[in-house]
């Protein structure tokens, strides 16, 4: 491969990496496995203890049929939270990225208006008082992470 093949590679590369459907579909995947490593660590810490009457119930059954239970459960809930997080970075990362393109500017605006296309969609189950109050804090959020990367570092 010469200079100039390789040169047209990286090229192509940045270009790809810097298109909306390569960005959102990166962020919902990156999404999706924190997610899924978040909801494992969280579901390996909701075991009921044999004094509820869950546990109970559990703790009678044989050791085998114990673990089958809790690995379907771990399962289960690491699936459920990286479906979450795989939904919520791939709509905040498309929205931005055409909020981005559609202004042609990189500014805090792109971040505080996709915060809030994404926290208005995750709440309009709620209604227009859900989807108000999804995207003032989905926004809220978005600045205090972008403000946050955003800063000069001090090395």
Same mark, same amino acid.
């Given at each position: 491969?010469?200079?100039?093949?390789?040169?047209?590679?990286?090229?192509?590369?940045?270009?790809?990496?810097?298109?909306?459907?390569?960005?959102?579909?990166?962020?919902?995947?990156?999404?999706?496995?924190?997610?899924?490593?978040?909801?494992?660590?969280?579901?390996?810490?909701?075991?009921?203890?044999?004094?509820?009457?869950?546990?109970?119930?559990?703790?009678?059954?044989?050791?085998?049929?114990?673990?089958?239970? =809790? @690995? &379907?459960?771990?399962?289960?809930?690491?699936?459920?939270? *990286?479906? $979450?997080?795989?939904?919520? %970075?791939?709509?905040? /990362?498309?929205?931005?990225?055409?909020?981005? =393109? @559609? &202004?042609?500017?990189?500014?805090?605006?792109?971040?505080? *208006?996709? $915060?809030?296309?994404?926290? %208005?969609?995750?709440? /309009?189950?709620?209604?227009?008082?859900?989807?108000?109050?999804?995207?003032?804090?989905?926004?809220?959020?978005?600045? *205090?992470?972008?403000?946050?990367?955003?800063?000069?570092?001090?090395?």
């Amino acid at each position: 491969m010469d200079a100039n093949q390789e040169a047209a590679m990286v090229r192509n590369l940045q270009a790809a990496m810097e298109s909306c459907p390569v960005k959102t579909a990166m962020s919902g995947g990156m999404g999706f496995a924190l997610g899924g490593a978040f909801g494992l660590f969280m579901s390996s810490m909701s075991y009921d203890t044999p004094l509820s009457p869950q546990g109970a119930a559990i703790s009678a059954l044989p050791w085998k049929e114990q673990l089958r239970r =809790g @690995f &379907r459960d771990m399962g289960a809930k690491s699936l459920s939270s *990286a479906k $979450g997080f795989g939904l919520v %970075g791939a709509m905040y /990362a498309g929205s931005e990225c055409c909020i981005e =393109g @559609f &202004r042609a500017k990189n500014d805090m605006t792109n971040a505080v *208006a996709a $915060g809030c296309v994404t926290g %208005g969609i995750l709440g /309009a189950k709620g209604g227009p008082t859900g989807a108000l109050i999804g995207c003032g804090g989905f926004a809220a959020f978005s600045v *205090a992470i972008e403000t946050y990367l955003r800063m000069p570092s001090n090395e």
